[in-house]
């Protein structure tokens, strides 16, 4: 079934740990992106990435970096996890980056940083 | 600074008609989009609006006025399983989704 799969469903991590999470979509869209998303806050933008070996930095990228080797995969990695990174994270794709290019998301990784 | 007002929270009753609005002030204006999200689950599309005006789609129409910063959205026949957030999301002058904090609407039989 073409869509966008996220790994680990969900996480719990000692702060200070590195952490990567994997998004991977199969629907050959040249835009991806991640964010974050808080209670009582809008969705927020990490990172984005416009098509395969481009990155874009978003709203929140403190913290965060982002890789895009090929079309398939956007790996999200926190080098050293705190507290308030505590969130959930859903990876999304857009065919392109265009006023009309919906943003399809993945199931969303629920990561809790102790 | 970008912003997207919606209410937190709505109540509505199996049957009836409810209208979600939105208001935005942002950089830019490229389109306007409505998601579903479900507890738990991920955001789903449900529409986009980039002229003036009702579009419509099924038991759901989405509205926009560009000149007004507005938009809502109506559901209409409501059935239990509409019991979600909706969030709209603008994007901007760089093509990047700024998002509501979303309106969760609970639907009572």
């Known amino acids: 079934i073409a869509g966008i799969t996220q790994a680990p469903t969900s996480q719990i991590l000692a702060a200070g740990r590195r952490m990567t999470l994997r998004c991977t979509q199969d629907m050959r869209h040249n835009a991806m992106y991640w964010y974050r998303q808080d209670l009582g806050l809008g969705l927020r933008l990490i990172h984005y990435?416009?098509?395969?070996?481009?990155?874009g930095k978003g709203e929140v990228p403190d913290g965060y970096s982002v890789s895009r080797a090929n079309t398939d995969d956007f790996p999200l990695t926190l080098a050293s996890a705190v507290p308030s990174q505590t969130s959930v994270y859903f990876c999304?794709?857009?065919?392109?980056?265009?006023?009309?290019?919906?943003?399809?998301f993945g199931p969303g990784t629920r990561l809790t940083v102790l | 600074g970008q912003n997207i007002d919606q209410p937190t929270e709505m109540t509505a009753t199996e049957g009836a008609i409810v209208q979600i609005n939105c208001t935005y002030q942002?950089?830019?204006?490229?389109?306007l989009f409505w998601y579903q999200q479900h507890a738990g689950e991920a955001p789903t599309f449900l529409s986009y609006n980039v002229l003036d005006g009702l579009e419509e789609k099924g038991r759901f129409s989405s509205f926009l006025s560009r000149s007004k910063g507005y938009s809502y959205l109506l559901l209409k026949e409501l059935q239990m399983k509409d019991s979600a957030s909706y969030l709209c999301a603008v994007k901007d002058s760089n093509y990047q989704l700024i998002w509501g904090a979303g309106t969760k609407l609970i639907i009572k039989p």
């Open positions: 990435s416009n098509t395969a070996g481009t990155t």
């Open positions: 999304a794709s857009s065919e392109a980056s265009g006023d009309t290019d919906t943003q399809y």
């Open positions: 942002t950089s830019g204006f490229n389109g």
